[in-house]
C-alpha cells in the first residue's frame, strides 16, 4: 500500500501514468497564460478577450466530451497541439492586430477545452488506483503553472510589454511542439482499447503504464478493474446512467464555480491595479499549494479533508479581506495570498473528483457540462464585474464560501485508495458520513 512508498517511489512509478496525459497538461499550462498582458497596444480590451477564451473553451470542451469515447487519445492530443502551435505562431506574427488577438484566444480556448476535458476523463482511467490522484491533479497543476510562468516573466519585464508578449508567444509555440513530440510516448487509454475489443492490446498497454517488463499481478488486476468498470456501466441505461450523475453533478459544479469566483483577474488585481508583481505573488500562492497537494496530500491526506480545509480556510481569508478592505487597503495582499494558497486544495480535489464520480458512457458529458457552467461564471465577472467594489464581491464570497463548509463536510465521500467503480458508488447519495 502507499503508506509504504515515499514521496520519490511514488513519482518514479506515477510517471509513465503521468506521460500518458502530458500533452493535454502541456496544452492547458501553454493556453492558461492571460495574453495579450496587460501592457499590450489592446489593455483596454482585455475583458473581451477573456470572454472570447470562455466561449471557445465551451466549443472546445463540447467537441472533446463527443470526441473522446469516439477516436483515440493520441489523436486528440495531435489536434490539440497542433492548435495550440497555430495559436502561438498568429500571436507573434501580428501582435498589434486587434482580430489577430481574437482569433489568437479563440484558438487558445479550444486547445484548452478539448484538453481539459481529455485530461480529466482519461487520467482516472490509465492510473492505478494509487496513484490516480495525482494523475487527475495534473489539470489544476498545469493550469496553476501556465499562469504562474506568465507572472514570473511578467514581472521581470514590467517596462517592455512587447518582449514580454514575444517571450510568450515563443513559449506557447514550444509548449504546444513539446507537446506534440510526447504524443511518442503516450500510452493509449486502455478503456478505450477494451471499449474497442482489443484486448490484448490493453494489456500491454497497462502494462507500458505500469512500466513492468512482464505482465504482472497488478497488470491483470488494473485490466480487471477496467473490464468490470465497462461491464458494469453497460448493465445500466444510458438514461439510467444520466440520472445516477445528476447528484455528484451538483455537487461538484457547486465548488467549481465558488473557486472560479477565487482566481480571476478581478481578484488578481485587487490592491494592484493589473501590478505584475503582484499577480506573482497572487500566483505562487496557487501554485505551490497545487504543487504540494498534487504530489505529496492528495492520496495521503485524502480528497475530502482538503477540500473541507480549502472551504474553511478560504471562508476565513475572505472574512480578513472584508474587514482589510474596509480600513488598510495596502495589506488585503496578505490575505489574498493564503486565499489562493487554500482554496487551491479545493480546485485538486473536485479535479479527482470529476474522474471518480461518473459512469463511462456519461463522464465526458458531465465534464463538459461542469465546465460549460464554470466557464459562464467567468463571462459573466469578464463582462459585468470588472468596476465592482470589491467590498461586496469579497462579502458575497465570504457568504457562499461559508455555506460551502458543510456542504464539503457532509456531501463529499472520501475515494481514496477506492476503484473507480467503488468510488462512483460513494457519490450516489447526498449526505456522506464524515
Not at 490493453?202 to 513492468?212: C, G, P, W
Not at 472560479?260 to 488585481?269: E, K, R, Y
Given at each position: 500500500m502507499m503508506e509504504h512508498e515515499n514521496c520519490c517511489e511514488i513519482q518514479?512509478?506515477?510517471?509513465?501514468?503521468?506521460?500518458?496525459?502530458?500533452?493535454?497538461?502541456?496544452?492547458?499550462?501553454?493556453?492558461?497564460?492571460?495574453?495579450?498582458?496587460y501592457f499590450s497596444a489592446f489593455?483596454?480590451?482585455?475583458?473581451?478577450?477573456?470572454?472570447?477564451?470562455?466561449?471557445?473553451?465551451?466549443?472546445?470542451?463540447?467537441?472533446?466530451?463527443?470526441a473522446i469515447r469516439q477516436t483515440s487519445k493520441n489523436l486528440i492530443h495531435i489536434v490539440t497541439s497542433i492548435l495550440t502551435i497555430v495559436s502561438g505562431i498568429v500571436f507573434c506574427a501580428s501582435p498589434n492586430y486587434f482580430m489577430s488577438m481574437?482569433?489568437?484566444?479563440?484558438?487558445?480556448?479550444?486547445?484548452?477545452g478539448v484538453a481539459t476535458v481529455t485530461i480529466l476523463t482519461t487520467a482516472s482511467e490509465v492510473a492505478q488506483t494509487k496513484y490516480r490522484g495525482i494523475i487527475a491533479s495534473l489539470e489544476?497543476?498545469?493550469?496553476?503553472?501556465?499562469?504562474?510562468?506568465?507572472?514570473?516573466?511578467?514581472?521581470?519585464?514590467?517596462?517592455?510589454?512587447?518582449?514580454?508578449?514575444?517571450?510568450?508567444?515563443?513559449?506557447?509555440?514550444?509548449?504546444g511542439a513539446i507537446a506534440l513530440l510526447t504524443i511518442i510516448i503516450s500510452v493509449e487509454s486502455p478503456l478505450y482499447l477494451l471499449s474497442q475489443n482489443k484486448?490484448?492490446?490493453?494489456?500491454?498497454?497497462?502494462?507500458?503504464?505500469?512500466?513492468?517488463?512482464?505482465?504482472?499481478?497488478?497488470?491483470?488486476?488494473?485490466?480487471?478493474?477496467i473490464k468490470d468498470l465497462i461491464a458494469d456501466d453497460k448493465t445500466r441505461t444510458f438514461k439510467k446512467n444520466l440520472q445516477e450523475g445528476i447528484v455528484p453533478f451538483i455537487k461538484i459544479t457547486v465548488i467549481r464555480c465558488l473557486n472560479s469566483l477565487t482566481f480571476n483577474f478581478l481578484v488578481m488585481s485587487t490592491s494592484s491595479g493589473f501590478e505584475t508583481y503582484m499577480q506573482a505573488i497572487y500566483g505562487s500562492g496557487r501554485w505551490i499549494s497545487v504543487l504540494l497537494t498534487t504530489f505529496f496530500m492528495i492520496e495521503s491526506v485524502g480528497r475530502r479533508k482538503l477540500l473541507a480545509s480549502s472551504c474553511i480556510m478560504s471562508t476565513v481569508n475572505l472574512l480578513v479581506i472584508v474587514l482589510v478592505n474596509s480600513g488598510i487597503d495596502s495589506?488585503?495582499?496578505?490575505?489574498i495570498v493564503f486565499l489562493q494558497f487554500f482554496n487551491g486544495f479545493g480546485q485538486v480535489s473536485t479535479a479527482v473528483y470529476m474522474g471518480e464520480a461518473f459512469s463511462?458512457?456519461?463522464?465526458?458529458?458531465?465534464?463538459?457540462?461542469?465546465?460549460?457552467?464554470?466557464?459562464?461564471?467567468?463571462?459573466?465577472?469578464?463582462a459585468t464585474c470588472y468596476d465592482i467594489f470589491n467590498t461586496l464581491y469579497y462579502a458575497s464570497l465570504f457568504i457562499l464560501f461559508?455555506?460551502?463548509?458543510?456542504?464539503?463536510?457532509?456531501?463529499?465521500?472520501?475515494?481514496?485508495?477506492?476503484?473507480l467503480k467503488e468510488s462512483r458508488w460513494k457519490f450516489l447519495n447526498w449526505i456522506t458520513k464524515f
Amino acid at each position: 500500500m502507499m503508506e509504504h512508498e515515499n514521496c520519490c517511489e511514488i513519482q518514479m512509478k506515477s510517471k509513465m501514468q503521468n506521460n500518458s496525459v502530458a500533452p493535454s497538461a502541456l496544452v492547458i499550462m501553454a493556453t492558461s497564460m492571460p495574453l495579450p498582458s496587460y501592457f499590450s497596444a489592446f489593455e483596454e480590451d482585455i475583458h473581451l478577450y477573456q470572454i472570447n477564451f470562455n466561449i471557445a473553451c465551451i466549443i472546445g470542451a463540447l467537441f472533446g466530451a463527443y470526441a473522446i469515447r469516439q477516436t483515440s487519445k493520441n489523436l486528440i492530443h495531435i489536434v490539440t497541439s497542433i492548435l495550440t502551435i497555430v495559436s502561438g505562431i498568429v500571436f507573434c506574427a501580428s501582435p498589434n492586430y486587434f482580430m489577430s488577438m481574437v482569433l489568437f484566444r479563440y484558438l487558445q480556448g479550444l486547445a484548452f477545452g478539448v484538453a481539459t476535458v481529455t485530461i480529466l476523463t482519461t487520467a482516472s482511467e490509465v492510473a492505478q488506483t494509487k496513484y490516480r490522484g495525482i494523475i487527475a491533479s495534473l489539470e489544476p497543476f498545469s493550469i496553476a503553472t501556465g499562469y504562474f510562468t506568465y507572472s514570473i516573466i511578467a514581472s521581470s519585464l514590467v517596462d517592455d510589454g512587447s518582449l514580454l508578449d514575444s517571450i510568450c508567444g515563443y513559449l506557447i509555440i514550444l509548449y504546444g511542439a513539446i507537446a506534440l513530440l510526447t504524443i511518442i510516448i503516450s500510452v493509449e487509454s486502455p478503456l478505450y482499447l477494451l471499449s474497442q475489443n482489443k484486448e490484448e492490446d490493453a494489456l500491454l498497454a497497462i502494462q507500458k503504464l505500469q512500466k513492468e517488463e512482464t505482465l504482472t499481478k497488478d497488470v491483470f488486476k488494473q485490466y480487471y478493474e477496467i473490464k468490470d468498470l465497462i461491464a458494469d456501466d453497460k448493465t445500466r441505461t444510458f438514461k439510467k446512467n444520466l440520472q445516477e450523475g445528476i447528484v455528484p453533478f451538483i455537487k461538484i459544479t457547486v465548488i467549481r464555480c465558488l473557486n472560479s469566483l477565487t482566481f480571476n483577474f478581478l481578484v488578481m488585481s485587487t490592491s494592484s491595479g493589473f501590478e505584475t508583481y503582484m499577480q506573482a505573488i497572487y500566483g505562487s500562492g496557487r501554485w505551490i499549494s497545487v504543487l504540494l497537494t498534487t504530489f505529496f496530500m492528495i492520496e495521503s491526506v485524502g480528497r475530502r479533508k482538503l477540500l473541507a480545509s480549502s472551504c474553511i480556510m478560504s471562508t476565513v481569508n475572505l472574512l480578513v479581506i472584508v474587514l482589510v478592505n474596509s480600513g488598510i487597503d495596502s495589506y488585503i495582499w496578505i490575505p489574498i495570498v493564503f486565499l489562493q494558497f487554500f482554496n487551491g486544495f479545493g480546485q485538486v480535489s473536485t479535479a479527482v473528483y470529476m474522474g471518480e464520480a461518473f459512469s463511462v458512457s456519461v463522464k465526458p458529458l458531465y465534464i463538459f457540462l461542469i465546465l460549460l457552467l464554470e466557464n459562464l461564471v467567468e463571462i459573466i465577472i469578464a463582462a459585468t464585474c470588472y468596476d465592482i467594489f470589491n467590498t461586496l464581491y469579497y462579502a458575497s464570497l465570504f457568504i457562499l464560501f461559508a455555506c460551502s463548509i458543510p456542504f464539503s463536510l457532509y456531501m463529499f465521500p472520501e475515494t481514496a485508495g477506492l476503484p473507480l467503480k467503488e468510488s462512483r458508488w460513494k457519490f450516489l447519495n447526498w449526505i456522506t458520513k464524515f
